[in-house]
Antibody, heavy 116, light 110 residues
Framework: EVQLVESGGGLVQPGGSLRLSCEVS????????IHWVRQVPGKGPVWVSR????????NYADFVKGRFTIYRDNAKSTLYLQMNSLRVDDTAIYFC??????????WGQGTLVTVS | IVMTQTPLSLPVTPGEPASISCKSS???????????LAWYLQKPGQSPHLLIY???NRASGVPDRFSGSHSGTDFTLKISKVEADDVGVYYC?????????FGQGTKLEI
């Protein structure tokens, strides 16, 4: 069974930093693109970032460019999101999602980030 | 790419069919022939889970009551006979190009 478990969320002041982690098991992690998607409770999901299988290609939503960095450690089957210069409107549940929109699409349960 | 989903609210009766529409602002057809449109269901307190990928392929474990189709930039998710467990918010999402974008969501209620 494929499992994705996010961690690292919490309460941070505006301008602060957090690093989110997403540990993946039950699948060959290094074979898949993997993404971060966020969702304000009661609102729709919003795509944040993605990274390719070996970490050589990354893409970001405009609203996080220059502030967030996505990276992965295939040896640890773990995805990361380094979030700097956090703003109040970054408050959301952050999900990692493997193979988004593909046949093996799978999401974690999310980790809550509160910037206040 | 803008995804426009309708309706936003869908009251249904168990056993009856239901249909949700999603329109993309441009083609979602990749050069390799795949159409990058996915449908998700998000139940309260849960993360979204995949129902349909590549516009018309049911994800593993998804009942055959769910089907996806499309014509050009118009996409449809159909539930042949709604069950009580189908309640939640349904989203379409395009995965052709970044930023991936979601429809506004359709809340299905019994």
């Amino acid at each position: 069974e494929v499992q994705l478990v996010e961690s690292g969320g919490g309460l941070v002041q505006p301008g602060g930093s957090l690093r989110l982690s997403c540990e993946v098991s039950g699948i060959t992690f290094s074979r898949y693109w993997i993404h971060w998607v966020r969702q304000v409770p009661g609102k729709g999901p919003v795509w944040v970032s993605r990274i390719n299988e070996n970490g050589g290609i990354t893409n970001y939503a405009d609203f996080v460019k220059g502030r967030f960095t996505i990276y992965r450690d295939n040896a640890k089957s773990t995805l990361y999101l380094q979030m700097n210069s956090l703003r109040v409107d970054d408050t959301a549940i952050y999900f990692c999602a493997l193979d988004l929109a593909g046949a093996r699409d799978q999401w974690g349960q999310g980790t809550l980030v509160t910037v206040s | 790419i803008v995804m426009t989903q309708t309706p936003l609210s869908l009251p249904v009766t168990p056993g009856e069919p239901a249909s949700i529409s999603c329109k993309s602002s441009q083609s979602l057809l990749h050069a390799n022939g795949d159409t990058w449109l996915a449908w998700y269901l998000q139940k309260p307190g849960q993360s979204p889970h995949l129902l349909i990928y590549m516009a018309s392929n049911r994800a593993s474990g998804v009942p055959d009551r769910f089907s996806g189709s499309h014509s050009g930039t118009d996409f449809t998710l159909k539930i042949s006979k709604v069950e009580a467990d189908d309640v939640g918010v349904y989203y379409c999402m395009q995965g052709l190009q970044t930023p991936y974008t979601f429809g506004q969501g359709t809340k299905l209620e019994i």
